[in-house]
T-cell receptor
Framework: EAQVTQNPRYLITVTGKKLTVTCSQN?????MSWYRQDPGLGLRQIYY???????DKGDVPEGYKVSRKEKRNFPLILESPSPNQTSLYFC?????????????FGSGTQLSVL | SQQGEEDPQALSIQEGENATMNCSYK?????LQWYRQNSGRGLVHLIL?????REKHSGRLRVTLDTSKKSSSLLITASRAADTASYFC?????????????FGRGTQLTVWP
């Protein structure tokens, strides 16, 4: 089944403890992206990647890192999480040819930073 | 901000009624898309309308686009309880960096049986 898989689904952590949220897609998509969703603010883009080893900042990149060593994986790294990073996170992917026409989303990761 | 703005923020209707949601945006666009999100889950692409199109249909969905007013509407006809979800518009802005989509804050639709 074609899908974008995020793990974990729920994560509770403490301030300053490094964490990684994984994202993997099995559709051979070039484009992958991370969004965060907060009540009243909608979805905001954190980072995106057009292909392996190519990443760019979105609207809210501060406090996050990403890497794209393989085409299928695009992990989101929080080196020193803070409470204001408590949010619902989504990974999305798309073929590069239709990147601005249709995104495929993962099921989300609900992160709580205490 | 380049985000779209959906209106209303929340909409509550009975099954069988039509639901209309609006989206306004600020810049020139290449296309506008609508997505659906069931509670806390990932977004699912519903329909895309290009800047040179005025209306598009897909099943019970009808989307209109008025580029002169920088607005779009999503109509769901004969709504069902299963349509209960949040609906987001997203724009691909003309001249924007490839890969950037701007999402609105969403309309929460509740359809009562």
């Amino acid at each position: 089944e074609a899908q974008v898989t995020q793990n974990p689904r729920y994560l509770i952590t403490v301030t300053g403890k490094k964490l990684t949220v994984t994202c993997s897609q099995n559709m051979n998509h070039e484009y992958m992206s991370w969004y965060r969703q907060d009540p009243g603010l909608g979805l905001r883009q954190i980072y995106y990647s057009m292909n392996v080893e190519v990443t760019d900042k979105g609207d809210v990149p501060e406090g996050y890192k990403v890497s794209r060593k393989e085409k299928r994986n695009f992990p989101l790294i929080l080196e020193s999480p803070s409470p204001n990073q408590t949010s619902l996170y989504f990974c999305a992917s798309s073929p590069l040819s239709t990147v601005t026409e249709k995104l495929f989303f993962g099921s989300g990761t609900q992160l709580s930073v205490l | 901000s380049q985000q779209g703005e959906e209106d209303p923020q929340a909409l509550s209707i009975q099954e069988g009624e039509n639901a209309t949601m609006n989206c306004s945006y600020k810049t020139s666009i290449n296309n506008l898309q609508w997505y659906r999100q069931n509670s806390g889950r990932g977004l699912v692409h519903l329909i895309l309308i290009r800047s040179n199109e005025r209306e598009k249909h897909s099943g019970r969905l009808r989307v209109t686009l008025d580029t002169s007013k920088k607005s779009s509407s999503l109509l769901i006809t004969a709504s069902r309880a299963a349509d209960t979800a949040s609906y987001f518009c997203a724009t691909a802005d003309r001249g924007s960096t490839l890969g950037r989509l701007y999402f609105g804050r969403g309309t929460q639709l509740t359809v009562w049986p």
